[in-house]
């Protein structure tokens, strides 16, 4: 199992900008990707960005140029930057880590940070 903290979320006025951090521990070997996810009020979970386990990154539509995931494998952290910040932006940012084994794929999840983006 995979424990997931993630932290840096508050308050930032539009255009402004905020770094979240994913802190993960527990069976970090078996993680081959690492994924920000968000969910607005009465929206479905959006996938943001994702970091595979060789480096590659994959971001969303809506926030690529504006939002960079990155990893720190000495701290086994993995970070979003988020720039030019939207009111849309507002959202529950979540951190999740994705296992692959022989039972086939297992999705770990952290609490959720939140993110307000004021106008």
């Known amino acids: 199992q995979v424990q997931l903290v993630e932290s840096g979320g508050g308050l930032v006025q539009a255009g402004g900008s905020l770094r979240l951090s994913c802190a993960a521990s527990?069976?970090?070997?078996?993680?081959?990707?690492m994924r920000w996810y968000r969910q607005a009020p009465e929206k479905q979970r959006e996938l943001v960005a994702t970091i595979t386990s060789g480096g590659t990154t994959i971001y969303a539509d809506s926030v690529k140029g504006r939002f960079t995931i990155s990893r720190d494998n000495a701290k086994n952290t993995v970070y979003l930057q988020m720039n030019s910040l939207r009111p849309e932006d507002t959202a529950i940012y979540y951190c999740n880590a994705v296992r692959l084994g022989i039972g086939g794929v297992t999705n770990d999840w952290g609490q959720g940070t939140q993110v307000t983006v004021s106008s």
């Open positions: 527990g069976s970090i070997s078996s993680i081959s990707l």
